[in-house]
Every structure is written in structure tokens, then in C-alpha cells.
């Protein structure tokens, strides 16, 4: 893998006060990352290592449960949650993807949909984890809004005031089945997020992708270390500055497990391209306006009910302006 595909950026700078040479490098390396594959991966970060090995190692465990006990962990029936809280499983005749996830609401900010989680009775222990690590995410994720906010060349806080909900805001455990055979290896279809910045910490079987340039680029598993992409929101709010990374995970002969956490909107707000990078230029638009609710519900869509053909799978070049 090329580190100039995937670099890797130092954030101590930003935990200690008068390194100012630091935060400048590390700010140039996360924009230059973002205006081309739009991913990258991030050590000393603040998030305790403890914990998110703990984190893989107690869902490792859960997904090890027979069935019987997983599906105790389904989402609750009309719940009317905006996302599946709970248990799923993506592994039926019409999925081309394989893999089974638990997905928990943000438990540290926000008091209404974390009302729509269900946390594993088995094994003991995950809701207080979950709760432990949350807040070293959240506090990562903002700092690295700001980064993008700066990088972009917004006014001070504005997509800190502009994305001020963190309600929304959910952890991910992931299993990938094992391959069955070459033809059929994908843990996860080739997409972009549709959020701000996702990050991923996963074990070492490897198998996460993002497109470079037309090929497939391995992000190697490295200890320790997050990887961050950034989503379709960002890429529209900046009129194509930024790009959302294309990736993909391709299933290997041994199951793969991974975590992410995902920063995602509030499903209110209008997702558009900023006058800062379009009028203020003499710049056309290039994606119409949309609420992200609206969006997002097509995604789930996509997953729920896989289109017969790949071409037909929604993304955010629905929104795109051509011509």
C-alpha cells in the first residue's frame, strides 16, 4: 500500500498545547487526503487503545452466539427509529453482500433516539463500553470537523454550528462471513457514506478497499491506528472540494471484524453546496439540494430491498447536476 494513497496523520499536535508546526502539517496532509481519495488513517487520537480492542473482542463474542441468541437483539418492531437499532443480518438470497452488524445509537449526547438501542444481554458488559468509548469518538470526530472545517476555508465553527445534533451520531460492530469462493467474496458492495467522517478500526484479516484512480488500494489493518473517510455531505457541501471515498470490503477465508463509528447529521438538515464554494466563485452548483433524511432513507432502501441490478442502486449521483 502507498503511503501517499493512505497516509497516516500524527494528531498529538492537537492534545498538547504550542506544537503549531504539528497541526499544520497535520491539517495540510488531511486536505490533501480529502480533495483526492478521501481517506485516510489517524494515530494518537485519543480514543484508548484498551478500548477499542475491547470493543472488537466483546463483539467478536456476541456474534459468536448461535442465533437463537442474536436475534434477541433485533430492532424493536415500530419503533419508528431512523435506522435499525439493534441486531441485522445482510446474508439473504437477495443481498449481494454478507455480513451481520449491531448498530447502537450514540449514548452520550442526545436523549431521544438512544431510546430505540438494544444491547446484547450477552455477552455482559457492552452497554457500559459502548458508553465508555462513545465520548472519545465524539470528541475525535469533532476535532476532525474542525480540520476539515479550516482545510475548506469556512468561517470559524461553521460546521461545528451547522452539524450541532449529535443524536444521531452511531457506533457499528461488523462480521464478515468468510469468502465462499472467488465470485462470491463481497462482505460489503463498492459505496460511499453518506455522513461526515466514518471511522473504521478493524482486526487483522484485512479486506477493507477504497478506488484510487481505477484500482483497488488495500487499507492494510494497522494496530492501533483509525481509519477515516469522509462522506457524501461533505463532498456536496463543497461543490466536489472534497471527495467521499469509494470503498468497498472484499471477504477473505477467515471471518473479518470491525467497528465503526459514524458522524453522521440529523436527518433535518438540508444538505446543499455552500455559496463559499459556488456563488462566491462564479461556480455552478454541482448537486441539487436535498434534506438528508430523504437520502438516507434511499440508502436503507438499497439495503433492505438490493436492486435487481447494480446500476439501479441509488447514490448520491442521484442528486448530481448534469449537463
Known sequence: MSETCIPTVDLSPFFVEGDEHGKKKAINTIANACSGVGFFQIDNHGVPLNLMARVLELSKAFFGHPTEEKIKSLPM?????PLPMGYNHWREATSIDRNENLMIYNPSDGPDNTRFNVYPSEPPGFRELVEEITPYLHKTASLLEGILNDSLGLPHNFLKEYNNDRSCDFLTMLHYFPATSETENSGVSEHQDGNIVTFVWQDDVGGL?????????????????????????????????????????????????????????????????????TEDLGEAPKYEGFFYDDYKEMRMTNKTHPPSRPEDVIDITYYEITG
Open 209 to 277: 478497499e477504497v478506488l484510487k484512480d481505477g484500482e483497488w488500494i488495500p487499507v492494510t489493518p494497522l494496530e492501533g491506528k483509525i481509519v477515516v473517510n469522509i462522506g457524501d455531505s461533505v463532498q456536496v457541501m463543497s461543490n466536489k472540494r472534497f471527495k467521499s471515498a469509494i470503498h468497498r470490503v472484499v471477504r477473505k477465508e477467515r471471518s473479518r471484524f470491525s467497528c465503526c463509528f459514524f458522524y453522521i447529521l440529523a436527518g433535518n438538515k438540508w444538505v446543499a453546496p455552500l455559496p463559499h464554494f
Open 77 to 81: 418492531a415500530g419503533s419508528g427509529s
